[in-house]
């Protein structure tokens, strides 16, 4: 059950309209990591969660906020958007300054959501349940969780400083704030998710007998770069080893013959070819490897 209080978390009051500012500001609602994503991605892990308690409880907890967070922004949305376009006349759009404004803003929060906001980024794009993560495994989740709100602050880090409207300012410095909270309180849950015994840091904790043992340490450097090596994963206890000449260990990615009816360009003959010069090749390596 959720149940609406008619105040918002914090107060959403810009000093002036901008119409220009209140389609930017769209991306932290209906963005790929804005509060629409966080809030439903949050729901759904909650509503996932096999075990009663702690980690269910502070999904739910973030998830609820998050929804007030909505909240927020399309209140200041719509009071950004306070005038715009409806009251301008046609003269006003002569003026270089007011057609900029006007030419800036997304026609959509006019003729469809009627000066509000709506469930989308910031080019009218709608919002899609496809952004958001919610695995069942609750130490894969909560990553997704910290990485998703490291995005979301570093969005309104620069929204921030794209706005000079005390207002506006005041309110994302407290959204600011409730993402470092959450950052934080995600890499605590993964911790003590560790900490509990419930999983350990490679997701899922199981398999690890059944894996080909031959590649679970090792790098391939398929770049140009050089560095890699340097990088402390060669290190340290359990290092990673680089391997700095890999070479491929199947065949040609080759499909197999269309079916006739699809009218596939295909020649058996080039198919064959390619077939018999990868085999000679392998053979190669494996009698170059058993001298070594």
Known sequence: MFRHTKRLQFEAKPERPDPVYARKLQELIGGAYGEMSVTMQYLFQGWNCRMEGKYKDLLMDTATEEIGHIEMLATMVARLLEGAPATTTADAVQDPVMAAVLGGMDPQQAIIAGGGALPANSQGVPWNGGYIVASGNLLADFRANAAAEAQGRLQTARLYNMTDDPGVKAMLQFNLARDTVHQKQWLKAIEELEADGLETPIVPNALFDEEDQEHNHTIWRLSDGSDGPKGGWSEGDDPLEYLTDPEPLGGPASAP??????????????????????????????ATSKKK
């Open 257 to 286: 013959a269309p079916d006739p009816a699809l009218f596939g360009t295909y020649s058996a003959t080039q198919d064959l070819k390619g077939t018999v010069k990868s085999k000679a090749k392998s053979a190669a390596q494996k």
